[in-house]
């Protein structure tokens, strides 16, 4: 079965940085992906990053380019999301999420197992 945990979530001042972790479980596969992803009040839930169990290859949504990145410890089976210089429009819960295989896209309908989320809050 496969399970998906984030953690690190919380709240922090606009322009500080936090760093998101998803600690996955079950997965099989050379190339599956881990995403993460957010949905802010009111919002539709938005694909920001992903990267491959294979290599590393990562992709990146334009609203945090250069701002947020992502990397994974194979050795701990975790997939960690480093943000830096955060806005009030960054201010969500957040989700990693799972796919049995890279296409290099955050496009939600390819993955299939998803966590339960964390909470990101952004004071100005």
């Known amino acids: 079965e496969v399970q998906l945990v984030e953690s690190g979530g919380g709240s922090v001042q606009a322009g500080g940085s936090l760093r998101l972790s998803c600690a996955a479980s079950?997965?099989?596969?050379?190339?599956?992906?881990i995403g993460w992803f957010r949905r802010a009040p009111g919002k539709e839930r938005e694909g920001l990053l992903c990267?491959?169990?294979?290599?590393?290859?990562?992709s990146y949504a334009d609203s945090v380019k250069g701002r947020f990145t992502i990397s994974s410890d194979n050795a701990k089976s975790t997939v960690n999301l480093q943000m830096t210089g955060l806005k009030s429009e960054d201010a969500a819960d957040y989700y990693c999420?799972?796919?049995?295989?890279?296409?290099?896209?955050?496009?939600?309908?390819?993955?299939?197992?998803w966590g339960q989320g964390t909470q990101v809050t952004v004071s100005s």
């Open positions: 999420a799972s796919a049995p295989t890279f296409m290099g896209t955050v496009d939600m309908e390819s993955y299939d197992y």
């Open positions: 079950g997965l099989n596969g050379d190339d599956y992906a």
């Open positions: 990267i491959s169990s294979s290599g590393g290859t990562t």
